[in-house]
Nanobody, 116 residues
């Protein structure tokens, strides 16, 4: 199983980005069983959970993401998304996606930079 995260970039405060995480080498029936999540790691800080979505579509958000971020998945495309609105400078971080089954699989990360 390989995860590839993309969609990061440079944006001004108040802007929006959509991150994608494509899962390769996983058949559809396996992908839908994965619980998926987005994490982020800012410089000098520990990696933290941003949002998660189960195979059944149940979502949870960190307090910092509530009301601004939306996590979703398209099982037919074996892809997870994170729509981020009203971005703040403190959202600047490398964003990682994770798939969880019997073990955790991590993507390589995509950098989001929000300027003030």
């Amino acid at each position: 199983v390989q995860l590839q995260a993309y969609g990061g970039g440079f944006v001004q405060a108040g802007g929006s980005l959509r991150l994608s995480c494509a899962v390769a080498r996983a058949i559809f029936s396996v992908f839908i069983s994965y619980d998926m999540a987005w994490y982020r790691q800012a410089p000098g800080k520990e990696r933290e959970l941003v949002a998660s979505i189960t195979g059944a579509g149940v979502v949870e958000y960190a307090e910092s993401a509530k009301g601004r971020f939306t996590i979703s998945r398209d099982n037919s495309k074996k892809t997870m998304y994170l729509r981020m609105n009203s971005l703040k400078p403190e959202d600047t971080a490398v964003y990682y996606c994770k798939a969880k089954s019997s073990r955790d699989y991590w993507g390589q990360g995509t950098l989001v930079t929000v300027s003030s």
